[in-house]
C-alpha cells in the first residue's frame, strides 16, 4: 500500500551550457546544455517513478529564476516533503542555499542539508576555515581575489599546486591544465579563471596520491569508493574534472574508473570513515554527504571536498556505495525521504 505524503521533486531548471564549465575552451558542437543539468535530467522521471512505488502522490518541478512563481507552484501542491535537487539558479551555484531557505520559509521540510550547510560547503575556503578549526586535516591553501595575483616573495605553497574555483561545484572550471607546476604557469591558469568566471580562486596544494569517495546516509559510513586512474595518461595530472564527471567521450571520463568498495587495511580505512564523520558534524550536515578524501604518498588522508547535495542519479557514486551496502535504489530514496518526514514530527512536537 502506497503512503499518503505528497512529495515533490524539485530540481534547477537546465540552463544553457556555458564553454569554460570544461576549464577550456571547446567547439561550436558541443551541446549549449550544461552537462551535469542534461545528465541529470534524464533522471528525474527515473527519481519520480522509484518515489511513486511508495507514495500516492510525486510531482516534479523545475526552478529558475521566477521565485514567485515556484512559490505559487508549491504552495498550490502543498507537498507534506519536498526532494530537494536544486544545485544552482540559471547556472548561478551561489543561489543554492537561497532556494533551501525558500522551503524553510515555506515551512515545508525538505531532504539533504539546511541553507547554513549548503552556503558554507559551497564557499571552499569558509569549508576549509570551519574544517580547520575543528582539527581536520586539508591541503594548504591561500585564496586569490578577482584580478589578484600572488606576489612570489609572499607565497609559501608547495608546488604542484591545483587550482579551483572558490565557489562552484560538480568539478566545474576542472581540466588537465588545473594543476601547475611553477608559479609562471599558476598566473597564467589564474589569468584565464578570472577572465572566465570572474570569481576567486583557491590555489591549494595538490596531494598526489588515491582520490576517495567516502558517502554517508544519516549519521552511517556506506562502503567508501575509490576513483582509479590507472588508464589516464601520463600527462594528464590524476583529478576528477568536469569532463571525467559529464563528458562520455572524454579522456577523463573513459580513464577515472570507480573501485567500490576500495581496497584499504582495515586500520586506514577506520581512519577515513572517523576523518568524514568528523567533517559531516563540523560542517553540520544532515541526510546525506559524500566527503571526498584525498590519501598522500605515505597514506594520510586530506579532505579535499565535502558535497552537501551529492548526485544520486542510479549511475553515480553514492548509490554504488549504497548497494555495496545492501541498499538498492528504491529504499535509497525512500530512507532520504524518511528523513525529511521525520522532521515533520519533530517540527509539530517542537511547536506544541
Not at 176 to 184: C, G, H, L, R
Not at 310 to 324: E, K, L, N, Q
Request: with cysteine.
Amino acid at each position: 500500500m502506497n503512503l499518503e505524503q505528497k512529495i515533490l521533486i524539485c530540481y534547477n531548471e537546465p540552463t544553457r551550457y556555458y564553454d569554460n564549465y570544461l576549464g577550456k575552451g571547446v567547439s561550436d558542437s558541443d551541446s549549449n546544455v550544461d552537462l551535469s543539468e542534461r545528465e541529470f535530467l534524464k533522471q528525474i522521471e527515473m527519481i519520480k517513478k522509484s518515489l511513486s512505488k511508495k507514495y500516492m502522490s510525486v510531482e516534479a518541478l523545475a526552478v529558475n529564476s521566477d521565485i514567485k512563481s515556484a512559490m505559487k507552484k508549491i504552495s498550490h501542491f502543498s507537498p507534506d516533503i519536498i526532494f530537494n535537487f536544486v544545485e544552482t539558479v540559471e547556472g548561478n551555484s551561489n543561489f543554492e542555499s537561497f532556494i533551501a531557505g525558500m522551503f524553510d520559509l515555506l515551512e515545508i521540510p525538505f531532504t539533504g542539508n539546511g541553507a547554513i550547510t549548503l552556503g558554507n560547503c559551497l564557499v571552499k575556503s569558509r569549508t576549509k576555515q570551519i574544517l580547520q578549526a575543528h582539527g581536520i586535516r586539508t591541503p594548504k591553501h591561500l585564496i586569490a581575489e578577482i584580478n589578484a595575483f600572488p606576489e612570489f616573495e609572499n607565497f609559501h605553497l608547495k608546488f604542484p599546486v591545483i587550482l579551483k574555483l572558490a565557489r562552484e561545484d560538480a568539478s566545474i572550471g576542472i581540466s588537465e591544465f588545473s594543476v601547475v607546476q611553477n608559479f609562471t604557469a599558476m598566473n597564467e591558469r589564474l589569468d584565464y579563471l578570472f577572465k572566465s568566471f570572474n570569481q576567486e580562486v583557491i590555489i591549494e596544494e595538490y596531494i598526489d596520491g588515491r582520490e576517495l569517495n567516502v558517502a554517508i546516509l544519516g549519521e552511517k559510513v556506506l562502503p567508501i569508493s575509490e576513483i582509479r586512474f590507472d588508464g589516464l595518461p601520463d600527462e594528464f595530472p590524476k583529478i576528477v574534472t568536469y569532463e571525467a564527471k559529464w563528458s562520455p567521450e572524454s579522456v577523463y571520463f573513459k580513464n577515472t574508473v570507480p573501485r567500490c568498495p576500495a581496497p584499504l587495511d582495515d586500520q586506514l580505512r577506520q581512519k577515513i570513515e572517523k576523518m568524514a564523520l568528523e567533517a559531516f558534524e563540523a560542517l553540520e550536515c544532515r541526510d546525506y554527504v559524500r566527503v571526498d578524501i584525498r590519501l598522500n604518498q605515505r597514506n594520510v588522508p586530506y579532505v579535499i571536498e565535502v558535497n552537501p547535495n551529492p548526485d544520486i542519479s542510479p549511475d553515480t557514486g553514492f548509490v554504488r556505495s549504497a548497494a555495496a551496502a545492501g541498499i538498492g535504489y528504491d529504499e535509497l530514496l525512500f530512507k532520504i525521504s524518511t528523513f525529511a518526514l521525520k522532521r515533520i514530527t519533530y517540527d509539530t512536537q517542537a511547536a506544541s
